[in-house]
Every structure is written in C-alpha cells, then in structure tokens.
C-alpha cells in the first residue's frame, strides 16, 4: 500500500546537537511538507517543496534545513539553532500544492 | 494573508447528540478547504474537502461539511456522535497551487457518555 513513512517515531537529543528526521513516500507525490505541532498552536508551516531540488521557507523555517535530492523523500534536519526544537513533527504530501495531504504518523522530538 | 479561525478550543458532546465544529477563513478568492482528524500521537487523516460545485461536501466517518461563502464559513457537522470521534480536528485552507495548506490551531472534541 502507498503511504508516506516517518521515522523514528520518538527521537531523544542532548541540547546542542543537529538532528535529522527522515520522511519517505511512496505515492508519487510531486509536493512534501514539513510542519511543526505544539500544543494550542496547530500546524505552523517550516518548509516545502513543490519538485525535486526546490524547496520555501516556511512561517518558522528559521533553525530548520531540508533537502529534496529524490522526489521520494524529504530529510529535515533541526539544527542547534532552533531555540526550542522539543514538539511534534509532522510530514505531509499531496499531488500538487494546495491539494488535500497525506500526513505521516509524525516524530516526537525531545531535546534534553 | 490567508487565515483560518477555530473559534472553540474544546467542546464536549453527549454520545448520540449532533455536533458542529467552527471554521472560518480569510482568503480573497473562492479557496479549497478541508477537514482533517487527528487521534492522540497519531498524523492527521482527511474527513472531507472542498473544492467547487455543490457546497456541502460529504466526508468519512459520517462527517458533512457546508461552504458558506457569504460568512465564510466551513463548519464541520455530524448528525450523531459516536464515542470513537473523541480527537482533535482541524480546519484548513489552501490557496492557489504553489503554496502550502494553512491549518487552524485545532478544536479537541471530547464525547461524554
């Protein structure tokens, strides 16, 4: 079946380190997302990308980095700059942007 | 800028009773709008979308929704509320292709027995 795989599903950080979260989907999908969930605060948008080696900033891509090498998958790696880095992470795709998604089951990030 | 506002928080529903779920928009031109559903630790699953033509779109799980472009409005309903439902539900909106869906921060729904 086609779907969109994150992994891990609970990841654990000292502070200070950079961290990658992989996304990986298998739905021919032309756009990926990635978006931050904090509780109270829903989705807030960090980056996407609409083809291969293209890729916007987000409302909050500061801190964050992406890469989109393969139309399959979309790394993001939360770097040591991002001042509270501890939340949900959610990746997503769709057909085309501004198309209904197809979420992932998301990461727990926890940054001690 | 596009906007989506979930005016309620949380709301509680007796099992068995109806149920309508807020949202309202800002956007300049007719949007493409959705409904997802998120379970505890869990991704989002869509329940229903918008896009043209008959204003009250079905989804799954016996979900509707209407489009009221004169409020703009796309509030969520369900004609009688099952335990299962308990989650949070978000609603978005999604402008011109190019740019990404813009959520609202979300409604918990909780059901009593």
């Known amino acids: 079946d086609g779907g969109i795989t994150q992994s891990p599903k609970y990841l654990f950080r000292k502070e200070g380190q950079n961290v990658t979260l992989s996304c990986e989907q298998n739905l021919n999908h032309d756009a990926m997302y990635w978006y931050r969930q904090d509780p109270g605060q829903g989705l807030r948008l960090i980056y996407y990308s609409q083809i291969v080696n293209d890729f916007q900033k987000g409302d909050i891509a500061e801190g964050y980095s992406v890469s989109r090498e393969k139309k399959e998958s979309f790394p993001l790696t939360v770097t040591s700059a991002q001042k509270n880095p501890t939340a949900f992470y959610l990746c997503?795709?769709?057909?085309?942007?501004?198309?209904?998604?197809?979420f992932g089951s998301g990461t727990r990030l926890t940054v001690v | 800028a596009q906007s989506v506002t979930q005016p309620d928080i949380h709301i509680t529903v007796s099992e068995g009773a109806s149920l309508e779920l807020r949202c309202n928009y800002s956007?300049?031109?007719?949007?493409?709008l959705f409904w997802y559903v998120q379970s505890p630790g869990q991704g989002l699953q869509l329940l229903l979308k918008y896009f043209s033509g008959d204003t009250l779109v079905q989804g799954i799980k016996g979900f509707e929704a209407e489009f009221k472009r004169s409020q703009s409005s796309f509030n969520l309903r369900k004609p009688s509320v099952h335990w299962s439902d308990a989650a949070e539900y978000f609603c978005a909106v999604g402008a011109r292709a190019g740019t990404a869906l813009i959520f609202g921060k979300g409604t918990t729904l909780s059901v009593s027995s």
């Open positions: 997503a795709s769709s057909e085309q942007s501004g198309y209904g998604y197809t």
């Open positions: 956007y300049g031109a007719t949007p493409y």
